[in-house]
């Protein structure tokens, strides 16, 4: 632990306020939206600029103590503990060039925030499932979402962003001034730095023909058959997936939802012909009985309907995989695994349809994973005390179930509980792994990043 006096010269340093272990708000400023996790850093500190974060990696390393970077908290897996904690919410900058059709962010920046001033020029980002995530953490994990399959993942749109290293400087990169950490970052999750700010293209949708169909129980199988035939003949303008939901007795929820178990169709159509959209997901509504749902017009800041993720702080754990396919053997393991008549602590087990543009290196490539696999599957639980030791071997015995169709490694946003360093590489094409590698012991060779899904320096 650092002495008193020099967590008072690091409070000097920054504009934002510093707190120490056993300090009144410490609790309060690294709290995550993941309760599951409670972080017990050495030190916390709330930047409020570059300036700050980079003060702040520079007195860790020097105090010889490793740096955590938490901006909304939906992401940790596991404890910062002993760690200099950099919480960014407070950066909230965000600028729209309705022109260039790009947005700078700053690391604090939820994507409600980007896709409201987006929308007024008719534009949107790669948002992912959920709006309350914040921007850079999904896009450097690659992210995923609903317009995915049409216009790639988020870590693909990037142009440039600012990222303090740990050397403690900050680095303006593009694909232009740095192109190794450009590369690498993009994709590479916060392996190599703290990005203070990003910028990334926008793309011209001002709304999908999108929802969701709640389907009775009793029909999973006929739903989820129907699904495995239909999704594949989707053009690139779909997203979908699909979910066996186990939903609690809450009152947020509909009536007809609550304390059920569902299986959720997810759709959005991001094409110029909304009659097409339509016509697109009509066969997956008679696929079985449904309890409730809507399909249609939704403007770009109302996509969270199309998953309807919860938007209140709970404790979760996750894990997802990837298929190579999905065959009749596959939705049959799945639903022997996690079907309705299964009892199991899950709140949802998904999967998600891959491909178009999902499958494509961009124009200027990342290391992003997951561009060969044709599905994803994700599972979801509630890391509630009671069930701290049987969630994990419950979930990934879901996923074993599946590995008859599996896809190499992993999307590293859906990596979710990780065993360590060597669970991360396995994450990426083996070209890709090594080359994170040797980034990694090019640009923190120290292992100052060593939280989250970080790689190991020593490779």
């Avoid at 709970?314 to 396919?325: R, S, V």
């Amino acid at each position: 632990m650092a002495p008193p006096a020099d967590v008072d010269d690091l409070r000097r340093r920054v504009h934002g306020p510093v707190y120490a272990a056993g300090d009144e708000g410490l609790a309060a400023e690294v709290f995550a939206w993941n309760v599951a996790v409670q972080h017990t850093p050495t030190v916390a500190v709330g930047a409020t600029c570059a300036a700050d974060v980079a003060a702040a990696v520079s007195w860790a390393v020097a105090h010889r103590l490793p740096v955590a970077v938490q901006a909304t908290g939906h992401g940790p897996v596991r404890n910062a503990a002993g760690s200099v904690l950099v919480s960014t919410r407070r950066m909230q900058g965000v600028i729209v060039d309705p022109v260039r059709r790009t947005a700078r962010v700053e690391a604090g920046v939820k994507w409600e925030k980007i896709l409201a001033a987006a929308a007024e020029h008719g534009l949107t980002g790669l948002c992912g499932s959920s709006s309350d995530v914040g921007v850079v953490g999904h896009t450097l994990g690659g992210g995923m979402g609903s317009l995915g399959r049409k216009y790639g993942f988020a870590a693909d749109a990037v142009v440039a962003f600012d990222i303090v290293t740990a050397d403690g400087a900050l680095r303006s990169v593009s694909a232009d001034s740095e192109p190794e950490l450009f590369w690498g970052v993009r994709g590479g999750k916060g392996n190599f730095g703290v990005v203070t700010s990003i910028e990334f293209a926008l793309v011209p949708v001002r709304s999908v023909i999108g929802g969701g169909l709640f389907f009775v129980a009793e029909d999973a199988a006929a739903v989820l058959h129907a699904f495995r035939e239909w999704a594949p003949t989707m053009p690139e303008e779909v997203g979908t997936s699909i979910a066996v939901l186990r939903l609690p007795p809450m009152e947020q929820l509909p009536e007809p939802l609550r304390g059920q178990t569902v299986v959720h169709l997810r759709y959005a159509y991001c094409g110029d012909d909304p009659a097409e959209g339509e016509r697109l997901v009509a066969p997956m509504k008679d696929a079985g009985r449904v309890v409730l749902g809507y399909l249609g017009p939704l403007r770009t800041t109302e996509m969270d309907a199309v998953h309807m993720d919860p938007q209140d702080p709970m404790p979760g754990w996750e894990k997802g995989m990837l298929l190579a396919e999905l065959t009749e053997e596959t939705v049959e393991a799945f639903l022997a695994a996690a079907g309705p008549q299964v009892q199991v602590p899950l709140v949802m087990a998904e999967i998600r349809l891959l491909g178009g543009a999902l499958a494509r290196e961009p124009h200027v490539p990342d290391a992003v994973a997951g561009r060969d696999a044709a599905w994803s599957v994700l599972v979801l639980g509630p890391m509630v005390p009671e069930l701290t030791e049987v969630l994990p071997q419950v979930g990934r015995g879901v996923l074993a179930a599946l590995e008859p169709w599996a896809a190499p490694g992993c999307m590293v946003n859906f990596l979710g509980d990780v065993s360590g360093p060597d669970e991360v590489a396995a994450a990426y094409p083996p070209a890709v792994r090594e080359r994170l590698l040797g980034l990694k012991a090019a640009v923190d060779p120290g292992g100052v990043f060593s939280f989250g899904h970080a790689l190991s320096p020593r490779g």
